[in-house]
T-cell receptor, first 114, second 113 residues
Framework: EAGVAQSPRYKIIEKRQSVAFWCNPISGHATLYWYQQILGQGPKLLIQFQNNGVVDDSQLPKDRFSAERLKGVDSTLKIQPAKLEDSAVYLC????????????FGSGTQLSVL | DAKTTQPTSMDCAEGRAANLPCNHSTISGNEYVYWYRQIHSQGPQYIIHGLKNNETNEMASLIITEDRKSSTLILPHATLRDTAVYYCIVRLIYGGSQGNLIFGKGTKLSVKP
């Protein structure tokens, strides 16, 4: 089966610019997650969707980050405006049930903010 | 914050068993122990999980102590492709956001020829 697809693979922007990342989860997976991974650290959850509703966005910096999952399938994560500390890998994951099954991760988008 | 403690790094000879320890002394009765690994430039990959019984699958074995305060992931015959960061995570399977994975820094396993 196809895995979690993410694009772009790499992105370089200047601070104060905006950027968007796209994720296509595994077909039929109801739950979608966005994680941020700063170099040398483990991934940190930003937001969790169940179908097209938000389950947890407590760690999302809402003054600059936004995410949506229209129609309960694809998702986009946006940063506007970007800061230097946003440089990280942004990982998308999906799971077929809200908590029972293992998470499947994409390869991520590596963002560099200059 | 992560509820587990792991060594920062470990080495293993190719073909030998790799034993990765994890301490989770504050684990509660309804929390499972999960292991994921992350190969360079890839997203994390699920390995195995368990509650209190030992578990084995095609990738690894998980040994959980009787008091559940620690566990060991065993890769029986490590290969160079097993070089990765290994994360030990305690997690509720049920419970919405309470079931989210909270990653620590993991153990960097280097398999050497």
């Amino acid at each position: 089966e196809a895995g979690v697809a993410q694009s772009p693979r790499y992105k370089i922007i200047e601070k104060r610019q905006s950027v968007a990342f796209w994720c296509n989860p595994i077909s039929g997976h109801a739950t979608l997650y966005w994680y941020q991974q700063i170099l040398g650290q483990g991934p940190k959850l930003l937001i969790q969707f169940q179908n097209n509703g938000v389950v947890d966005d407590s760690q999302l910096p809402k003054d600059r980050f936004s995410a949506e999952r229209l129609k309960g399938v694809d998702s986009t994560l946006k940063i506007q405006p970007a800061k230097l500390e946003d440089s990280a890998v942004y990982l998308c994951a999906s799971s077929p049930d809200r908590g029972r099954e293992k998470l499947f991760f994409g390869s991520g988008t590596q963002l560099s903010v200059l | 914050d992560a509820k587990t403690t792991q060594p920062t790094s470990m080495d293993c000879a190719e073909g030998r068993a790799a034993n990765l320890p994890c301490n989770h002394s504050t684990i509660s009765g309804n929390e499972y122990v999960y292991w994921y690994r992350q190969i360079h430039s890839q997203g994390p990959q699920y390995i195995i999980h368990g509650l209190k019984n030992n578990e084995t699958n095609e990738m690894a074995s998980l040994i959980i102590t009787e008091d559940r305060k620690s566990s060991t992931l065993i890769l029986p015959h490590a290969t160079l492709r097993d070089t990765a960061v290994y994360y030990c995570i305690v997690r509720l399977i049920y419970g919405g956001s309470q079931g989210n994975l909270i990653f620590g820094k993991g153990t960097k396993l280097s398999v050497k020829p």
